[in-house]
């Protein structure tokens, strides 16, 4: 089976600085894994994924998720918080062998003027 | 490419009535994912299809609702009857065979039962 877990329902950063929001995983097979963002009132849009190539994944707009599998996670990072990433973000994991995603509960990041 | 269309975008409808809610995935997707979102639950997946089969219904909360794919490019998620606990943010999403299950969402719809 498998699971996600993202720490922090809500986060509240400056503009200008390092956005950090956390996600573990637990998955009995080699996982994919995900961060989806979600705007007000619209679906949600990929950030980045990891599919077993490099550990250090770049996405959209200056984010960036580093695999690390010894500690199960997959953190997501933006060196400098802008007021336009204020949403919310999802961590997801699936696996190679399946269709099936399964989606953490969201971290909904606030930025701050 | 238009993306995911569903429709409607917003429903507005009384407890025992039937509602469909539609979904055009993006042409050449093989995939598609039926997911309802709300405050208290999140994001829970409904049903997926792969080439138009349902594979798992396992999310699919009562009998009540029922999803089809007649086609490669068509979707419905019907409930009937609706009852005020259905209201939510309804998602349709899908996804090629090469992506390694990246999703495409659609705009969502949202039902409001009274």
């Known amino acids: 089976a498998q699971s996600v877990t993202q720490l922090g329902s809500h986060v509240s950063v400056s503009e200008g600085a390092l956005v950090l929001l956390r996600c573990n995983y637990s998955?009995?097979?080699?996982?994919?894994l995900f961060w989806y963002v979600q705007y007000p009132n619209q679906g949600l849009q990929l950030l980045l994924k990891y599919t077993s190539a490099a550990t250090l994944v770049k996405g959209i707009n200056g984010f960036e998720a580093e695999f690390k599998k010894s500690e199960t996670s997959f953190h997501l990072t933006k060196p400098s918080a802008h007021m336009s990433d204020a949403a919310e973000y999802f961590c997801?994991?699936?696996?190679?062998?399946?269709?099936?995603?399964?989606f953490g509960a969201g971290t909904r990041l606030f930025v701050k003027a | 490419d238009a993306g995911v269309i569903q429709s409607p975008r917003h429903e507005v409808t009384e407890m025992g009535q039937e509602v469909t809610l539609r979904c055009k995935p993006i042409s050449g997707h093989n995939s598609l994912f039926w997911y309802r979102q709300t405050m208290m639950r999140g994001l829970e997946l409904l049903i997926y299809?792969?080439?138009?089969?349902?594979?798992?219904d396992s999310g699919m909360p009562e009998d009540r609702f029922s999803a089809k794919m007649p086609n490669a490019s068509f979707s419905t998620l019907k409930i009937q009857p609706s009852e005020p606990r259905d209201s939510a943010v309804y998602f349709c999403?899908?996804?090629?065979?090469?992506?390694?299950?990246?999703?495409?969402f659609g705009p969502g719809t949202r039902l409001t039962v009274l």
């Open positions: 999403a899908s996804g090629p065979q090469d992506r390694d299950n990246e999703q495409f």
């Open positions: 299809f792969n080439n138009n089969v349902p594979i798992d």
């Open positions: 998955s009995s097979v080699p996982p994919y």
């Open positions: 997801a994991v699936s696996n190679t062998g399946g269709f099936k995603t399964i």
